[in-house]
């Protein structure tokens, strides 16, 4: 498979309350986790071209807490905040997230690299935990094919352009 | 990790729609083409009522439509009213994908400082 150091995320939804952003890196994943885990270094990528990053607080350490701001192009400020819960230096970082707007629907995220031939595969899972998708799985009784379904949903989106 | 993922929530919309594995198993099987009621009971070994029950949350959000053909009544997919889920899908790996560009970037520099100081930071 073709790899290119610019190549797109892939986002694909493994679970009805999860939510998985994958991406390969041309760098090893020490420098990856940096970026990852540097206020200053997260200050220069986080808001993507979506807005200006505003102010980037880490304590990391099991238990410390984080929260990134920035403001959004169109002038309004979003926030994330929430909670370190597993360190793994390089290799594994589990933290909870809070999107301010919404209080109420808190995730939890996984970030893990994993590094081969100077390259990093970069992996976030997110797990959602509000009311609405955890009524999804009590519903279903199931977690199938949403992934299988979304790309036949895909399919179908695309084919009617 | 900081991951905006609000959209409002509706008991009518298509992501609720799909939400439910038997209904997202009748639109697979609608991919396929057209089909008539008994031919989803049968496909998906669900009971006749259920298929409906489920058939009709479809056709509510538009995600299915049927026409009658004699005696049968021919269920069909409509992607276009799915396409709010794959909007919304591709909207987030959009800013995703945005912010890893400028992820390398950072990444670039800290490979030069590296090389530059011969050790690591």
Redesign the interface.
């Known amino acids: 498979m073709a790899v290119t150091s610019s190549g797109t995320a892939t986002v694909t939804l493994p679970a009805d309350d999860q939510i998985l952003i994958t991406r390969e890196f041309d760098a090893p994943r020490e420098l990856v986790y940096k970026a990852w885990t540097t206020p200053e270094l997260v200050a220069r990528w986080w808001a993507g071209e979506r807005g200006k990053v505003t102010s980037i607080d880490i304590d990391l350490r099991v238990g410390g807490t984080w929260r990134f701001v920035m403001e959004a192009n169109e002038g309004f400020e979003v926030a994330f905040h929430g909670e370190y819960q597993e360190i793994v230096p390089n290799e594994r970082l589990v933290n909870t997230e809070v999107f301010e707007g919404m209080p109420d629907a808190a995730a939890l995220d996984t970030l893990t690299l994993t590094e081969e031939d100077g390259r990093t595969q970069l992996q976030v899972l997110v797990q959602h935990t509000s009311k609405e998708h955890r009524d999804g799985h009590i519903n279903s009784g199931m977690e199938d094919g949403m992934q299988e379904a979304m790309d036949a949903l895909e399919r179908v989106a695309v084919s009617l352009r | 990790?900081?991951?905006?993922?609000?959209r409002a929530?509706t008991t009518a919309d298509a992501f609720n729609a799909?939400?439910?594995?038997r209904r997202?198993a009748i639109?697979?099987a609608l991919?396929d083409g057209e089909r008539p009621v008994n031919d989803l009971v049968h496909a998906l070994g669900m009971a006749q009522p259920q298929v409906s029950k489920h058939l009709r949350v479809l056709r509510e959000v538009g995600a299915v439509e049927v026409r009658e053909e004699g005696r049968q009544r021919l269920y069909r997919?409509n992607?276009?009213a799915?396409?709010p889920?794959?909007d919304w899908?591709k909207n987030?790996?959009q800013?995703?994908?945005?912010?890893?560009?400028?992820?390398?970037?950072?990444?670039?520099d800290?490979?030069q400082k590296?090389q530059g100081d011969g050790s690591?930071e």
């Open positions: 990790m900081m991951l905006s993922v609000a929530a799909v939400a439910e594995p997202r639109l697979d991919s997919l992607g276009h799915l396409k889920i794959h899908v987030y790996e800013s995703w994908s945005e912010r890893f560009v400028q992820l390398d970037a950072v990444l670039e800290l490979k590296e690591d």
